[in-house]
């Protein structure tokens, strides 16, 4: 079975992003999931979408959150696939 990828849309010189992905590499079930780094002001149609909501954590195309972890949006997407 292949683990699901999520996306972290980030920008190098925002705390919130590097602490988003932080938390999301310090989660017990780290294992289940891998991460995808987007720098949103290297992609124009991104940047267009998520200029000031980074950091965003998508599932595909879905926002689980913004600015935050949201662990129990995450939880909910992990359970819901798997």
Request: hydrophobic share 50%; aromatic share 6%.
């Amino acid at each position: 079975m292949t683990k699901p990828c999520l996306t972290v849309v980030f920008r190098d010189y925002c705390s919130l992003c590097h602490a988003m992905i932080a938390a999301l590499e310090a989660r017990a079930d780290r294992g289940c999931f891998d991460i995808k780094v987007v720098d949103v002001d290297k992609d124009e149609v991104m940047l267009a979408k998520w200029d000031e909501l980074v950091p965003v954590l998508l599932a595909g195309d879905v926002e689980l959150c913004h600015y935050h972890l949201d662990g129990a949006a995450l939880d909910a997407h992990l359970a819901s696939i798997g």
